[in-house]
């Protein structure tokens, strides 16, 4: 749900008796460092052929890249700590390119990577958006079957940068 501050105000719990409730809310610069070092700590045994001031160029500016062009970015915080976050990138036509899924190890596997995807499926399909493209690392079986699992299909392979990636794609329906 928007508040009248354009802020995401959404309480998710996560599944298997975890106490702990993430409230989704749109990225401000405030959370810039907690953000980074989730993006980082999920970049961990991946050997990217471009330096990481190159990788992490949209992370810096997410409000150009993101929230200013018809995308969206989010975080989730549990106790006041980023435990999540995502966004999507919009593109010409009626799609956007998801980007930067990320959910703190310690947190996986509780629904809260889901629940970050069906609110930012929310925010694209009411923007006019009808479908998701992206990619990731073919090494990341786990996160290969979430996407799977959640109805998302497989349109090819390549590479970014050195590390082998699946593409995916999903039409977004109401």
């Known amino acids: 749900m928007r508040t009248g501050s354009g802020m995401i105000n959404k309480n998710y719990r996560g599944k298997h008796n975890i106490t702990e409730i993430m409230k989704l ?11 980074i070092a989730l993006h980082r700590s999920a970049k961990v045994g991946f050997v990217i052929n471009i330096s990481e001031f190159e990788e992490e160029t949209d992370l810096r500016s997410i409000e150009r ?35 930067r899924m990320r959910i703190q190890k310690d947190y996986q596997g509780q629904g809260y990577g889901g629940q970050l995807l069906k609110e930012l499926e929310c925010i694209a399909l009411n923007s006019g958006i009808i479908k998701f493209t ?8 786990l996160t290969l079957k979430f996407y799977r699992k959640l109805g998302h299909i497989e349109t090819g392979e390549g590479f970014y940068n050195g590390v082998e990636t699946i593409h995916f794609q999903i039409l977004l329906l109401k």
């Open 134 to 141: 992206f990619e990731t690392a073919k090494a990341r079986p």
């Open 65 to 99: 890249i993101y929230l200013n062009n018809g995308g969206e970015f989010l975080v989730g915080l549990s106790n006041n700590s980023i435990i999540a976050m995502g966004g999507f990138q919009k593109l010409p036509d009626a799609s956007a390119e998801l980007r």
């Open 25 to 35: 809310v749109r990225y401000q610069p405030k959370f810039f460092s907690e953000m």
